[in-house]
């Protein structure tokens, strides 16, 4: 295993962690790593067509943020596209707890981080979606009565 993209049967995957090579059952992280992807990818998408935001769907993009720290960005530029689109899709729901949509921001921030991975050919964001979050968050006018609570 090796820092970077990957040339073998795992020639679709992206960024893995270098480290995990050195544990004792290094072997084993890949199925475990494809497993746990499955599982959270099926979970996610099963809260979002079951409309449950709040428990389900924050609760596996906590998941998701585990499996990056674990596993780095060990899944196809296809898979890493859609749940970039995924998430920004999620964030930019009316009315969503301010809770929420910062724990998908950061998940979101932790997906395009890594700016090697994605170029401006794979990824397009609009930017109106978002523009229209900042103002509905940082210019409120419930927000001097009290009324909206800004996450720290």
Known sequence: MEDGPVEGPDAGLQKRLIY??????????????????AEIKTNIARSVMLREVKPATASWTGHLNNYLKLY????????????????????????????IVQKLAHTLGLLLKKRELLSREDLSIEWRPLYELYERLLYSPYEHLGMLLLPV
């Not at 992280?29 to 494809?34: C, L, V």
């Not at 859609?82 to 920004?88: A, D, P, S, V």
């Open 20 to 37: 995990n090579r050195l544990l004792p059952y290094s072997d084993q992280i890949d199925d475990e790593a494809a497993k746990l992807l």
């Open 72 to 99: 780095g960005y060990q899944f196809s530029k296809k898979d890493h596209v859609e749940l970039i689109q995924l998430l920004l899709a999620l964030i930019v729901i009316p009315d969503l707890e301010l809770g």
